[in-house]
């Protein structure tokens, strides 16, 4: 009853009251970010959510658009603006997700949506990841983020699937609010964004 039901209630209502308490920060970020990114301070991405359904989910923008003489994006790390490093470190580029789940797109807690792409890549268990709602944390988030491997990213998640519940859910939160204040796992040693899925080997 709870992951079918009850789940999305309580999704609803935290994003709504979350929008709502959170609307002077939402404007702020928005505000900097329209500034540092040269009036471009939202980044939207089509990614599969709930049965592999394309969605387009919201973050706040934090690397910029500069490219080089050939007219290539810069590496990642070269465009991350000092104010969306500081957003990213603090997740507060999450923010505008939680108008994904006022829109049935996303749940509080769930799978990252990841790439369209990787979808023909994934194996049978791997592919149970869009049984349920993607997520704007999850159990792989608060068990290593950006600092793990793929394989156990994936492992992490189909757990998480078999085992949804409102206890798993309130745990999830706590060490979500835990991380964000101590900053760990953001990204991956030395690099902006976490490597490309490839496939399984």
Known sequence: MYKFFFKRVIDFTVALIGLILLSPVFIIVTVLLYFANRGKPFFVQA???LNEKIFNIIKFKTMNDRKDAQGNYL???ERLTPVGS???QT???ELPQLINVLKGDMA???PRPLLPEYLPLYNESQRKRHNIRPGITGWAQVNGRNAISWTMKFELDIWYIDNVSFATDCKVMFLTLKKVIKKEG?????QATVEAFKGNN
Request: aromatic fraction near 4%; proline fraction near 10%.
């Open 47 to 49: 990614r599969p959510g």
């Open 75 to 77: 590496p990642d790390s």
């Open 86 to 88: 500081f957003i990213r």
């Open 91 to 93: 997740s507060l580029d």
């Open 108 to 110: 509080l807690i769930g």
């Open 186 to 190: 953001i990204n991956q040693a030395q």
